[in-house]
Every structure is written in structure tokens, then in C-alpha cells.
């Protein structure tokens, strides 16, 4: 099986749960700094960055 490691923008907003007009935007802003890579026009996202944002960005919710 193989692991596909540099996702589209439209497979990194799906795998986020985002539009493909928010990454566009996040792009532009520079917030959140959501690392990507450009080779030639194309924008690519590595998974493992996708995946360590979203690890960053993941908050549990204890009841006390």
C-alpha cells in the first residue's frame, strides 16, 4: 500500500474539514502558519504537517 505524503489543496482541506477558499486564505494571511510547499504553480501540504497541526490544535475537554 501506498502512503500518498504531499496532498492537493483539495485533499488537505478535506483531511481538515476546511474549504479549499479557507487554506487559500490561511495562505495568503499567513495565519494559522500551516506550513505548504510550491512546486511550480501547484500548492502542495506535506501529511505529516496536516496531521501535526491538527495534533497541536486538539483539545480535550475533563470534567471535574
Known sequence: ????????ADEA???LNVSVRTLAKWRSVGYPNLPYSK????VRYKLLDL???LAKHSFNCVEG
Open 39 to 42: 512546486v511550480g504553480r501547484c
Open 51 to 53: 496531521e501535526a497541526y
Open 1 to 8: 500500500m501506498v502512503t500518498k505524503y504531499l496532498l492537493t
Open 13 to 15: 482541506a478535506t483531511h
